[in-house]
């Protein structure tokens, strides 16, 4: 090789290393995008005391109710109007399904010019199961509305769905996905809902990344959701989440969504 040739090839390289380098820390993100950021990584840069902020995008009173040490509240509706230094990382955190709500947030600051944009990977939930400090309650029982249900399905999030109704009512209509769990009464059909995580959870470090997908429970209706999972599915490894308003919720949706079509019958959502 010639050594004009070996001088631009050695400079090349030296390019890419430091391209390497550069995209590795936080803050490089073009104004194209936003990045993930790890829980632990954020809980260092908190103790550093870095300047790094960490913004909770849900409501005040659920805010109130648990949040991230060191996390501040600014709903998704205020940051369109907020403008932050442009230097600034910004890591923003909820607990909506597929973090929907967090990935929002970065896209609109984003699309303000903002640089340095990321989300806590995992939200709240990675972030308890690092046990990393709460302040006020992290038992929280978490639900999913009918429309952000629809909304993962569309955006290809992974996540698991178990019908834990009657046989009667699960034959009257199903939700797309969702999978039956075999029992003679609830209680019978939670130690068979628990049995089925365990088994699909596996060992090592590739279960515990099984076990971040979260999974959504179709409960029957007229029960006391709070106190099933008080009793029985608190202090699972899962990020273990009901239905709100249950199958009659999503039948509802779909029954508006197709216009007066049976909500029921078979037939693409």
């Known amino acids: 090789m010639a050594p004009v040739d070996t001088l631009k090839h050695m400079k090349l390289i030296r390019l890419l290393i430091v391209a390497i380098f550069l995209s590795l820390i936080p803050g490089s993100s073009s104004a194209s995008g936003w990045q993930f950021m790890s829980s632990d990584r954020v809980y260092d840069m908190l103790k550093e005391g870095s300047g790094l902020w960490l913004i909770d995008v849900r409501g005040a009173s659920a805010f109130e109710e648990g949040h991230v040490e060191g996390a501040v509240n600014i709903p998704v509706t205020l940051l369109k109007v907020k403008r932050f230094p442009k230097q600034k990382v910004l890591v923003f955190v909820d607990d909506s399904l597929g973090l929907r709500r967090a990935k929002e947030a970065a896209a609109i600051l984003v699309r303000n010019g903002q640089e340095r944009v990321y989300v806590l990977d995992g939200g709240m939930v990675a972030w308890e199961q690092e046990r990393f400090p709460i302040v006020g309650n992290s038992s929280v029982v978490r639900k999913v509305l009918v429309r952000d249900l629809r909304w993962a399905q569309e955006s290809k999030i992974k996540f698991k769905l178990f019908?834990?109704?009657?046989?009667?009512?699960?034959?009257?209509?199903?939700?797309?996905?969702?999978?039956?769990?075999?029992?003679?009464?609830?209680?019978?059909?939670?130690?068979?809902?628990?049995?089925?995580?365990?088994?699909?959870?596996?060992?090592?470090?590739?279960?515990?990344?099984?076990?971040?997908?979260?999974?959504?429970?179709?409960?029957?209706?007229?029960?006391?959701?709070?106190?099933?999972?008080?009793?029985?599915?608190?202090?699972?490894?899962?990020?273990?989440?009901?239905?709100?308003?249950?199958?009659?919720?999503?039948?509802?949706?779909?029954?508006?969504?197709?216009?007066?079509?049976?909500?029921?019958?078979?037939?693409?959502?």
């Open 163 to 269: 019908d834990l109704r009657s046989k009667e009512d699960i034959e009257a209509g199903i939700i797309p996905g969702s999978k039956a769990v075999k029992g003679k009464d609830l209680s019978d059909k939670v130690v068979g809902l628990k049995k089925a995580l365990e088994q699909g959870r596996g060992e090592g470090i590739a279960g515990k990344l099984k076990g971040a997908e979260s999974v959504i429970l179709i409960m029957p209706a007229s029960i006391n959701i709070g106190a099933v999972f008080e009793e029985s599915l608190m202090g699972l490894f899962e990020d273990v989440r009901y239905l709100e308003g249950g199958y009659a919720a999503w039948a509802a949706k779909r029954s508006t969504k197709t216009s007066g079509s049976c909500p029921v019958c078979s037939g693409k959502d």
